[in-house]
């Protein structure tokens, strides 16, 4: 029988949590009794949040932040130690995308803003969060990065440089931690049904995912939960963005004409990205 208690009054900050992966991440955690601090900008989204998470009758912390203000980021994290002391696992998740070719005319400051929020808001939550997990000499990090962060597709150049930025990050932080009884992992999830691209019209998608069916919220939750308990050091959802990648790193070629072919029915249903439904942006 799967044991419903792997986390058991594990102190666990999710950033993002308000919505989306981070959301479901919170409830994953807190089905399994974790202690679940909320973070993210919303106070209002997270409180519902938090309304979900107390149905499981475990303890729930609602601290606004902003990832991308370190002092925001130092704040969150004094709450977190007064009330509860100890900081078991970081979930850096916290996120936005903006969507367009290199040459628009706003890719610059979109992608700052990108790099501002997912990427250095990995480095401050991590950087504040590190002293204290040194301390007890335990502690697992885990960052949200992205299939694009490994291969990326035309139109998410931003998007892909900043989630290349936490990959190599994660990779140099793994390897200095070695040893000291602090775990770190990387997630990649491929395309997923959350807000995050409801801003952008389907006619300025990146083209493959005009053939993706996107995965669900709640089974990249169970893919962290899951990477976690493994202590897997890179950990790719669902199982086909590894064959892309695969292909890439033995080829970019390669890698560029599976991309270019993705958007092709009859060649997406074969390598099974995609089952008649897409990413529905007008569902939130
Ligand atoms: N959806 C996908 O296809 C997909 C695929 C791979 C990876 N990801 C990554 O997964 C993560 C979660 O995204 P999602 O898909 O769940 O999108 P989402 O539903 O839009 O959630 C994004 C979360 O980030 C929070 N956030 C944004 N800016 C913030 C800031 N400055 N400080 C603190 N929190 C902030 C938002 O909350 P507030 O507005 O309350 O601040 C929200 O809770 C992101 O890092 C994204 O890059 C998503």
């Given at each position: 029988m799967k044991d419903k208690a792997r986390f058991k009054d594990k102190v666990v900050i999710i950033t993002g949590a308000s919505s989306g992966?981070?959301?479901?991440?919170?409830?994953?955690?807190?089905?399994e009794r974790a202690i679940t601090i909320l973070a993210s900008r919303s106070l209002e989204n997270l409180q519902k949040v938090a309304d979900e998470i107390r149905a499981f009758k475990t303890d729930v912390l609602v601290i606004p932040t902003d990832?991308?203000?370190q002092n925001s980021v130092h704040n969150m994290v004094e709450k977190v130690m007064a009330r509860y002391g100890r900081v078991d696992i970081l979930f850096n998740n916290a996120g936005s995308a903006f969507v367009g070719p290199i040459n628009h005319e706003k890719f610059v400051e979109d992608t700052k803003k990108m790099i501002e929020v997912d990427f250095f808001g990995t480095v401050y939550c991590t950087k504040e969060v590190l002293p204290i997990m040194k301390k007890q000499g335990s502690g697992y990090i885990i960052n949200m990065s992205s299939v694009v962060g490994r291969k990326a597709f035309p139109h998410f150049g931003g998007y892909s440089a900043s989630m290349h930025a936490i990959s190599g990050f994660t990779d140099a932080l793994r390897q200095e931690l070695y040893g000291s009884g602090i775990n770190v992992s990387i997630i990649h999830p491929a395309l997923t049904q959350t807000p995050l691209l409801e801003h952008v019209k389907p006619e300025e998608m990146?083209?493959?995912?005009?053939?993706?069916?996107?995965?669900?919220?709640?089974?990249?939750?169970?893919?962290v939960l899951k990477g976690i308990?493994?202590?897997q050091y890179r950990v790719i959802v669902p199982f086909q963005p590894k064959m892309l990648l695969l292909a890439d790193a033995i080829s970019p070629r390669l890698g560029d004409l599976i991309v270019r072919l993705m958007p092709n029915r009859v060649f997406a249903s074969l390598i099974g990205i995609y089952s008649g439904k897409v990413y529905d942006n007008k569902s939130y």
């Open positions: 992966i981070g959301r479901a991440t919170a409830l994953a955690f807190a089905r990832v991308s203000l990146p083209l493959p995912f005009k053939r993706f069916t996107p995965i669900s919220a709640e089974s990249v939750a169970e893919a308990n493994k202590k």
